[in-house]
């Protein structure tokens, strides 16, 4: 597993300052609709689309609540086999119950979470399904979802179920990957739940910490958002600043414990209708959106992202549709994963010099290779003298994302935007 | 009292745009200490012990005092001047600069009229302050329009395009109240004060700083606090001592806040300040006083200053200086301090404006410890540090400043010292402190350190 090989290099210790090593696992959820029979017919083109994506890990949601995960073993089973195929490790989502303050069903629950482990492991081998991650509760914080659930009950959830998978998992290095809580970020005291998470919980269950962060779920004019469309969008991709904070503010936590520091769910916009948010998260925006986020994400020592979703989603937040197409956002993602590697030393040169409105990080490795992501947050038209930034000079190529496409041309002192952009700066051998 | 163009300091927004947790290098000390006088301004400005209250206030070097207008039972700047200039005077004696909140009206916001009746009061106030006090020293206060807009309970439930109507009616009154006196210069107003705990509280410094002509913003202004549910309200942990370390862990936040507006102002001459900071506004005095006025208070407090120092803002100011009951300050109306009003005395007296300082903890280290290491002229050393564990913690001097480990003064201010700072012997190059705390070493020990 290419994550096997990576265990162990860091795991959330000290915040990458410029010259620090890039730690960002890059990946994605498989959305709610994994088994629809068009998901299911593109399946080799999506393990395809993920593998291209310098996707190292995969988040989906088996769906067991109230129901015996042999329900739908085969084609949970097919999807675990398709995303192992296409070389990520599969993180597997179990929500907690809605009934959570009946203890017959917490005690169910933790049984078929268990059986789901079983199964696996009969499946596909001990050590192997010791290596995937486990997370158990899915904004467990949320009074929209969460059926009322408190801390407390959800740390009694958590322990008794992460026992019970450790058991089974008989992790022999280190702590097995097990965490939680994926908290929703728009809750206020998101961050109680984290801090009482990794305080109050037996370290030894702990493999990694989990929060969700989206721009937005308001539509524009409503709840107090500006109705303004380019005040809306602006400030939309004002926030992406918060992945850097949150990383940096979960980090803090973590210094030290062995403990993974991961943004479980993130996009532009939450809004559950494809005719207010399809527009930020699958247009170029949504691209511009993802790529300040993840260059934030580096920058604030996060070790893992998971963008929501890559694919099998039918709404307005899918990277791929159900049959592998692209978007410009998925286009981001795969020009950014594969040219700034895990591991690749990272610097921020428009840290100590800004520009309104761009980002931009370099990465480089032992064997010379260097390149450079600049994102562009703007709307209107933009050049910019790249001789200003000394570690932004020497590249004699540009890629950047257009459309769902990505061109590539030579690229001189200067380079231009039109409305938002993600590019990819490098020489010929680079890439 | 001057506050003339040649002490005001220049912004250090651009200076540092990023908050590298720990790892900061050597960087100039920027940060103007300051004090809010709100609920209990009579105390201040007209009480029998305001000499001594503003004695207090000058030994933390509070250089920014920040008034209300038309809010928190302040002063009637019409029916009664005379009350809203001593409160004025009293921050001039304190050797301080004001800092003036219009805070909000009680007519209907989208009404004309009204924005015009109140950006009129305004200019007004700022005229007044001019015959009184002269244009060339008022010319150098801060204007700050409105309090807590994004908050509805305490801003009046104004939205953003009303607040910035409002702000530029304003801003436009004031400037041309002191247009004789600017050159050219912009006047230093600013807003928004928003609220910290809204979620989208960042939203309105943004369009403020996108939406608003440049020339009417001076400083961005900010407030946080880290809670305001007691133990088990409102699904706040229940345990009162899970409570206060998760309070404590939020101190960081500080440093999070002022980097995240760092960086909207990159590339503008603007201030960054925290207009309003204390650990607890629970709606309850007692239960708010019992995490403000506190030894918990004080660590609380020592840790968010060694933030606001990390991260390069221009300005805090602590909610309150003087307090009747109120649960938040440092002085009573007596002049009596709590233990925040020693923990920042120690801070101000030994990380002082202009000093060099750096930042020695790093790594898992800072859940239990922050500190600041001062170099001032003539040699002055100094470590300010915090403890934000409830549990016993030694540190090794020679860790943070070798040249303080043989020689270094040891004060310390924590449950075994009561509250108040105590000069001690340090032992064998080593800081421990029992729990939550408060020390400082140094090579220029004061003879007000020897209280």
Request: hydrophobic residues 40%.
């Given at each position: 597993m290419a994550f096997e090989s990576q265990r162990g290099l860091s795991s959330a210790a000290v915040a990458p300052a410029n010259g620090a090593r890039m730690r960002l696992r890059y990946g994605l959820n498989i959305g709610d609709h994994w088994r629809d029979p068009a998901c299911v017919l593109a399946r080799e083109e999506l393990i395809t689309r993920i593998k291209d994506a310098g996707t190292a890990l995969v988040r989906v949601f088996p769906g067991i609540a109230g129901a015996s995960p042999a329900d739908h073993w085969i084609e949970c089973a097919g999807l675990l086999d398709a995303i192992q195929r296409s070389g990520a490790t599969p993180m597997i989502a179990f929500p907690c119950p809605q009934a959570w303050s009946d203890s017959v069903a917490v005690r169910v629950f933790t049984m078929q979470c268990c059986e789901f482990v079983d199964r696996s492991i009969e499946r596909w081998g001990q050590s192997e399904v010791a290596s995937w991650f486990w997370s158990i509760g899915d904004e467990p914080n949320s009074p929209w979802t969460n059926g009322g659930l408190t801390f407390e009950g959800y740390r009694d959830i958590y322990q008794t179920t992460a026992e019970a998978i450790r058991q089974r998992l008989r992790s022999r290095e280190g702590r097995p990957q097990i965490g939680g809580p994926c908290v929703d970020g728009f809750q206020p005291f998101w961050f109680d739940w984290i801090w009482r998470f990794v305080e109050e919980v037996d370290d030894s269950l702990i493999g990694f910490v989990a929060w969700n962060r989206y721009g937005d779920w308001r539509e524009p004019g409503a709840w107090s958002a500006p109705a303004d469309p380019d005040v809306f969008e602006r400030l939309l991709l004002s926030r992406t600043g918060e992945y850097w904070s949150r990383a940096q503010a979960v980090g803090v936590l973590l210094e030290g414990r062995g403990i993974l520091n991961l943004c479980s769910e993130l996009n532009a916009h939450a809004h559950n209708d494809p005719a207010i948010s399809s527009r930020f998260n699958q247009g170029p925006l949504g691209a511009a959106y993802y790529g300040s986020a993840l260059i934030d994400l580096m920058r604030g020592g996060a070790d893992g992202e998971f963008l929501w979703a890559g694919a099998c989603d039918r709404g307005p937040y899918g990277a791929l549709d159900a049959g592998g197409r692209t978007t410009p956002t998925y286009e981001a993602k795969k020009l950014i994963a594969r040219?700034?590697?895990?591991?690749?030393?990272?610097?921020?040169?428009?840290?100590?010099?800004?520009?309104?409105?761009?980002?931009?990080?370099?990465?480089?490795?032992?064997?010379?290779?260097?390149?450079?992501?600049?994102?562009?947050?703007?709307?209107?038209?933009?050049?910019?003298?790249?001789?200003?930034?000394?570690?932004?000079?020497?590249?004699?190529?540009?890629?950047?994302?257009?459309?769902?496409?990505?061109?590539?041309?030579?690229?001189r002192g200067t380079l231009s935007f039109g409305a938002y952009g993600v590019a990819l700066l490098h020489n010929q051998k680079d890439v | 009292m001057s506050t003339g163009d040649a002490n005001r300091p220049a912004p250090a927004t651009n200076a540092v745009t990023q908050v590298d947790l720990g790892t900061a290098a050597m960087m100039p000390m920027r940060l103007q200490y300051g004090v809010n006088e709100s609920d209990s301004w009579w105390h201040f400005a007209l009480g029998e012990n305001r000499e001594r209250l503003w004695a207090k206030l000058r030994e933390l070097d509070v250089r920014i005092v920040r008034l209300f207008v038309f809010d928190k039972h302040a002063p009637d700047p019409v029916a009664d001047w005379p009350s809203l200039r001593a409160c004025i005077q009293a921050a001039l004696n304190v050797g301080a600069t004001p800092f003036l909140t219009f805070a909000k009206f009680r007519r209907p916001f989208d009404d004309p009229r009204a924005v015009r009746w109140f950006a009129e009061q305004c200019a007004e106030i700022v005229w007044s302050c001019t015959e009184e006090w002269g244009g060339e020293e008022v010319k150098n206060w801060y204007w700050c329009i409105w309090n807590e807009p994004n908050n509805d309970w305490i801003g009046g439930g104004i939205n953003f395009e009303q607040y910035r109507a409002i702000y530029e009616a304003v801003a436009r009154g004031i400037t041309r109240s002191l247009t004789p006196w600017l050159n050219g210069r912009a006047p230093l107003i600013g807003g928004p004060s928003v609220e910290g705990f809204q979620p989208f509280w960042l939203d309105w410094v943004w369009r403020l700083l996108n939406e608003v002509d440049d020339s009417l913003i001076g400083f961005v202004n900010w407030h946080y606090y880290a809670e305001w549910r007691d133990a088990g309200e409102a699904a706040a942990a229940g345990d009162p001592r899970t409570m206060q370390n998760l309070i404590m862990a939020q101190a960081h936040q500080f440093g999070?806040?002022?980097?995240?507006?760092?960086?909207?102002?990159?590339?503008?001459?603007?201030?960054?300040?925290?207009?309003?900071?204390?650990?607890?506004?629970?709606y309850l005095p007692a239960v708010r006083a019992r995490f403000n006025q506190t030894l918990f208070g004080a660590t609380y407090g020592a840790g968010a200053l060694i933030q606001f120092l990390r991260s390069g803002i221009d300005a805090e100011m602590i909610w309150t200086g003087t307090d009747d009951a109120h649960g938040y300050g440092m002085l009573n109306p007596s002049a009596e301090p709590t233990p925040l009003y020693y923990a920042k005395l120690l801070c101000a007296r030994h990380v002082r404006y202009g000093d060099r300082i750096r930042f020695p903890i790093q790594g898992a280290v800072r859940r239990e410890w922050d500190a600041v290491v001062s170099y001032g002229p003539r040699g002055r050393r100094s470590i300010f540090l915090a403890h934000l564990a409830d549990r016993p913690g030694l540190l090794t001097l020679r860790d943070l400043e070798p040249s303080l480990a043989a020689s270094g003064q040891f004060i310390k201010l924590d449950s075994e010292t009561k509250g108040r700072p105590v000069v001690l012997p340090t032992r064998a190059g080593k800081i421990e402190l029992g729990g939550f705390g408060v020390a400082v070493v140094t090579n220029e020990l004061e003879p007000q350190d020897k209280l």
């Open positions: 040219n700034v590697r895990f591991g690749d030393v990272v610097s921020f040169p428009l840290d100590r010099d800004p520009v309104p409105d761009f980002d931009a990080v370099v990465a480089s490795d032992e064997a010379r290779r260097k390149v450079a992501v600049l994102v562009y947050r703007g709307s209107a038209a933009r050049k910019l003298e790249l001789e200003r930034w000394p570690e932004l000079a020497g590249f004699s190529q540009v890629s950047s994302v257009s459309g769902d496409q990505v061109r590539s041309d030579r690229l | 999070l806040r002022a980097a995240q507006v760092s960086r909207l102002l990159r590339g503008r001459s603007l201030l960054n300040m925290c207009g309003e900071w204390n650990s607890h506004s629970h």
